[in-house]
């Protein structure tokens, strides 16, 4: 099916922007919370009634991990009831829905890498929101449930929330001392890379579902850390760091790392994460220089 009106939500954060992006040659209708309150079940209805889409891309999140653990109203109500009635919306109108969950649904103490079919076992406040927010997206007739993680893929001059590759790039081109976990294994996500697979499931026909959606393979925040500096030319002032030696309300999963042999199958693979690093470096100007 070609797309040709889209509704975003979320639409001003890091993967809304690159979702919007992706879609450039559709109509769409961008939304973000200065715009429409998610919150409320009403004000959902009657932008999606008016919005009339195709599909119905949800990128807006509570996305504070530690926040979330003495404002769990608060990320319940973003994270989970709000995708009721994003849901609800979409059944109406006949649209499909896609919908951003995380890799902290799990608990982190697996040895091989996550799959669709692993139990769930959120550690946190966040996680279990995400958990429920799944759920109820897949109420949804045709709704695509995609599992993200450590997101990247800010320009330079992005003035909103950025993420932990982000900071490390910042302090690597300081040469600061940059605190790096040795001991969480990940699986970054680039956002360029995440929207287009959005766009491919959409388009492609391929099953609805729950699909994992990072670049393929995983490191240490360390490795990551450590393949930056190499990608910018610069010698790394790293402080390794344990899980254990940082004070945080939410506990971490561990082992984050996500398989993605499910959207490979649906007809895209995801790129290697050194490989998207070194493109999403590349399009800030300052990419591999050796």
């Known amino acids: 099916m070609t797309l040709s009106r889209v509704l975003v939500i979320g639409a001003s954060g890091q993967l809304g922007a690159s979702v919007v992006r992706a879609f450039a040659d559709c109509e769409v209708i961008a939304h973000s919370?200065?715009?429409?309150?998610?919150?409320?079940?009403?004000?959902?209805?009657?932008?999606?009634?008016a919005a009339s889409p195709q599909a119905i891309i949800n990128c807006a999140a509570f996305n504070d991990v530690d926040g979330a653990e003495v404002r769990p109203q608060?990320?319940?109500?973003?994270?989970?009831?709000?995708v009721r009635s994003l849901a609800r919306a979409a059944e109406e109108v006949g649209a499909g829905l896609v919908h951003y969950s995380t890799d902290f649904v799990f608990d982190g103490t697996a040895a091989a890498p996550y799959t669709e079919e692993s139990p769930p076992r959120p550690?946190?406040?966040?996680g279990s929101s995400k958990l429920v927010g799944e759920w109820f997206a897949l109420d949804a007739p045709r709704a695509y449930?995609?599992?993200?993680?450590?997101?990247?893929?800010?320009?330079?001059?992005?003035?909103g929330r950025r993420g932990t590759l982000d900071t490390i790039v910042n302090g690597l081109e300081r040469g600061a001392v940059v605190r790096v976990f040795t001991d969480?294994?990940?699986?970054?996500?680039?956002?360029?890379?995440?929207?287009?697979?959005t766009r491919h499931l959409l388009e492609s026909g391929a099953p609805a579902g729950l699909y994992h959606c990072v670049n393929s393979g995983s490191a240490t925040w360390e490795q990551v850390a450590r393949a930056l500096a190499g990608m910018l030319g610069l010698q790394p002032n790293l402080d390794p760091i344990t899980v254990s030696q940082v004070q945080m309300k939410a506990p971490r999963p561990r082992f984050c790392v996500l398989a993605t042999d499910k959207i490979a199958a649906?007809?895209?693979p995801m790129p290697p994460w050194h490989d998207a690093i070194a493109r999403w470096l590349a399009s800030r100007g300052d990419g591999p220089t050796h």
């Open 266 to 268: 649906a007809g895209f």
């Open 184 to 197: 969480r294994v990940v699986s970054p996500g680039y956002t360029h890379d995440i929207a287009a697979a």
């Open 33 to 49: 919370s200065a715009t429409l309150d998610i919150t409320r079940p009403d004000a959902v209805a009657d932008a999606v009634r």
């Open 123 to 126: 550690v946190s406040v966040y």
């Open 74 to 82: 608060d990320a319940f109500a973003v994270n989970a009831f709000a």
């Open 145 to 159: 449930v995609l599992r993200v993680e450590s997101l990247f893929g800010t320009p330079r001059d992005w003035s």
